[in-house]
Structures are given as C-alpha cells and as structure tokens.
C-alpha cells in the first residue's frame, strides 16, 4: 500500500468515525428528551378497583362491550393500561 493510498484509507475512516459520532449523538440526544411515561398493566380485577367498581360489574361491562377495548386478550384474560382505565372511569362517573 502506498502512502497516498494509506492516507486517502485514513480520510476515509475519519470520515466513517465522524459518521458514527454524530449517530452516537443523536441517540444521546433522544435519551435526554423528555422519556416516555411508562405503561401500568391491570387485569380485570385491578382494572375494576381502579374504576371504582365491583369486579362482576366491570367484568360485565367488559363482557357487553362498554367497558374501553384491552390492549390485548392473554390467555390470563385481557389487559389494559391503567391510566387509560382511570381516565375512562373519570369519564363514566362524570
């Protein structure tokens, strides 16, 4: 390898470095924004307690469909975000 070429390879990985911190930066940046609120899951029974009601009574709002929609149905039964209960809950009782 001649040196002409040994330094155009060195500019090249200079270039390729500079690349890779201005990514590392960004990534840095997006850590310190403002984080996402972290997501509380309830079952039916905390989902009930949550919205102030007996567990039949949401288990039957579920069941009718007047109850907000889980996240996701396990095989342990279904799941919601706990804020989003709450907020419904507020909702209903106004």
Known sequence: MTKRQLAQRLRK???????????IERLAVELDADPKPEMTLVGI???AQLAGLQYRTFQQRYTRGTAPTPLAVL?????????????WAKKVAA
């Open 75 to 87: 095989a342990c039964g279904p799941v919601w975000d706990a804020a989003h209960i709450e907020a």
């Open 45 to 47: 029974t905390e989902a």
């Open 13 to 23: 990985t200079r270039q390729e470095l500079d690349e890779c911190a201005e990514w």
